[in-house]
């Protein structure tokens, strides 16, 4: 069994820190659960354009306010407390936070821990993903 608490996870290396926004990664590929979870803060004003390319996501609003944009169908959707989304195609798309939001994310597969978005919005695979191992 594994237990941790997000306040400690905050005061380690576990919170990566970046433009527009930060997360806490409370489960990663190396917790062997299949998923990584992370909450993460987007800050007031964060415009971020995203596509992950090589993860599935799915998105839990916990508290805040905002839009997410899907650019394949210019469709913007309200993200308030209560809302869930669901990157199920690799949707490329453009989150706003016109409120600061806190969000509950799952990623398939897990992240490693130390991802940031890279210039296409994606995070990268690690080497044993792209390898097949």
């Not at 909450?39 to 964060?46: L, N, V, W």
């Not at 809302?83 to 936070?97: E, G, M, Q, S, T």
């Not at 994606?122 to 080497?127: E, F, R």
Request: glycine content about 8%; some cysteine.
């Amino acid at each position: 069994m594994i237990v941790r608490k997000l306040q400690d996870a905050e005061k380690t290396d576990r919170k990566i820190v970046s433009e527009g926004w930060d997360s806490t990664r409370l489960c990663l590929k190396s917790d062997n659960m299949g998923f990584s979870f992370h909450i993460t803060t987007i800050f007031r004003g964060a415009e971020l354009p995203l596509h992950y390319q090589n993860h599935l996501e799915s998105v839990y609003c916990v508290s805040g306010e905002g839009s997410i944009e899907d650019l394949a169908t210019g469709e913007i959707h309200e993200i308030t407390p209560g809302v869930i989304y669901l990157l199920d195609k690799h949707d490329k798309h453009i989150l706003r936070a016109t409120q600061e939001m806190k969000m509950a994310c799952v990623f398939n597969p897990p992240l490693n821990g130390k991802e940031v978005h890279d210039a296409s919005g994606a995070y990268p695979l690690d080497a044993d993903e792209v390898s097949g191992k």
